[in-house]
């Protein structure tokens, strides 16, 4: 399986402000996809960057919003603008094992608090 | 977006005891996948099923591919302190495609 970084571990943030959170893969993948975690909720998918195009996004997430780059095969940041305390949640990021396309391997997540 | 029923919401077991909990969608998935997730921890896959009436083992944990390929189950047999932890399915519609979550199961375990 893929090892998954990302940083920051945790911030707590101000309402108004951005954050950008990281997410570095030891081996090269295609797609790579970022997802929500509100507390005590299950994951809900935010959108999936593959290198070199615009990142897709669900339904009830935006660009300019959740603005996501991919400048390489293993790397890929979510940025989440202008903050309020209802996007305090875990982000996640999580990519399909090299060895299968339908496996995927999530990092260890970013657990945002904004105030 | 969608999202898989899981039952039970949650469950409080005696160490030793054998689990059992379900995952069930109104749509059809080609693939299955169990997490677990530890608090502050990022889920890891468990295990993963491909085909209708598929049964897998990990250790202590089997699971299945339901027959009608709208619901999976797990079982965990003789539970220990560790299994503690949420539990998610996850269904994948075609090859490479995104998932779709369940609610999760929280297990606790008690001595």
């Known amino acids: 399986s893929a090892v998954i970084s990302q940083k920051p571990s945790r911030d707590i943030c101000q309402r108004g402000t951005s954050l950008t959170i990281q997410c570095q893969v030891d081996s090269q993948v295609t797609m790579m996809f970022w997802y929500r975690q509100q507390p005590g909720q299950s994951l809900t998918l935010i959108a999936t960057a593959n290198q070199g195009s615009e990142a897709t996004y669900e339904s009830g997430f935006v660009i300019d919003k959740f603005p996501i780059s991919r400048p390489n095969l293993t790397f890929s940041t979510l940025t989440v603008s202008n903050m309020s305390p209802e996007d305090s949640s875990i982000y996640l990021c999580?990519?399909?094992?090299?060895?299968?396309?339908?496996?995927?391997?999530f990092g260890p997540g970013t657990r945002l608090t904004v105030l | 977006g969608q999202q898989l029923n899981q039952s039970p919401q949650s469950m409080f077991i005696q160490e030793g005891e054998d689990v059992s909990m379900n995952c069930t969608s109104s749509?059809?998935?080609?693939?299955w996948l169990w997490y677990k997730q530890d608090p502050g921890e990022g889920p890891v896959l468990l295990i993963a099923l491909y085909k209708a009436g598929e049964l897998t083992s990990n250790g202590r944990l089997t699971a299945q591919f339901g027959i009608t390929r709208k619901d999976s189950f797990l079982n965990i047999s003789a539970s220990i302190p560790s299994d503690v932890g949420i539990y998610f399915c996850a269904g994948q519609a075609g090859t490479a495609s995104k998932l779709t979550f369940g609610t999760g199961t929280r297990l606790q375990v008690t001595l």
């Open positions: 749509s059809i998935f080609n693939t």
């Open positions: 999580s990519v399909f094992s090299g060895s299968s396309v339908n496996e995927q391997f």
